[in-house]
Each structure stands twice: as C-alpha cells, then as structure tokens.
Nanobody, 123 residues
Framework: QVQLVESGGGLVQPGGSLRLSCAAS????????MGWYRQAPGKQRELVAA???????NYADSVKGRFTISRDNAKNTVYLQMNSLKPEDTAVYYC?????????????????WGQGTQVTVSS
C-alpha cells in the first residue's frame, strides 16, 4: 500500500507564507506526477499545482507567481511554497500522487491521495 503524509498547514495572515510537504511511502517504484489540490467550503476540489518526475510544472492561474511546486524524486516528496497568501487561498489542501507504479513491469500506475491539511489565511 502507498501512503501520502502531508504537513505544513496552519493559520497565516494575509501576505504571509507557508510551505507544505507531502511524502509518499510504501511499495513505490516510480511516480509520474505529484501535485496539490485544494477544496474550500462549498466548492469543488481544484488543482493548485502539479509536477512530473521530469520537472514539468502546471499551476492554476490564481496562484501563478505566488506559489512554487518542487519535488525530490529520491525521497518521493513534493513541496508547495506558498507566498503572498490571500484569504481566498483558505482551503483544505490535498496531496496527490498520480501514476504510482510498484514495479517496472507495471504499465499503468494508480493514484493516491493524502488526508488533507488545512490552510487558513486570516487576520
């Protein structure tokens, strides 16, 4: 089984910064992409940022220029540096690992989710 453990959420004032971390553990041969999604109350879960094993990144328009995603492939860990936080960034942030292969013969991997970490931006 594969587990994703998130950390780094909390309460921060507008304009502040937070850094989220997510470590994947278990039977892992490779992970195609890792990313962060968020879900605010009453809203659908949305992609915040994602990064492939090759380093290609994708960001939601609302966070471009403020958030930076990075990844340590050796540690199966993804980070999200969030700067210039706004109240509208308040949400539960979920880590996602996509295309997780447990061995070299596995053609398609599975997707896994973390348990979520709360980020609250408020004065």
């Amino acid at each position: 089984q594969v587990q994703l453990v998130e950390s780094g959420g909390g309460l921060v004032q507008p304009g502040g910064s937070l850094r989220l971390s997510c470590a994947a553990s278990g039977s892992i041969f490779s992970i195609y992409a890792m990313g962060w999604y968020r879900q605010a109350p009453g809203k659908q879960r949305e992609l915040v940022a994602a990064i492939t094993s090759g380093g290609s990144t994708n960001y939601a328009d609302s966070v471009k220029g403020r958030f930076t995603i990075s990844r340590d492939n050796a540690k199966n860990t993804v980070y999200l540096q969030m700067n210039s936080l706004k109240p509208e960034d308040t949400a539960v942030y979920y880590c996602n690992a996509a295309g997780v292969r447990k061995g070299p013969l596995e053609v398609r991997g599975a997707d896994y989710w973390g348990q979520g970490t709360q980020v609250t931006v408020s004065s």
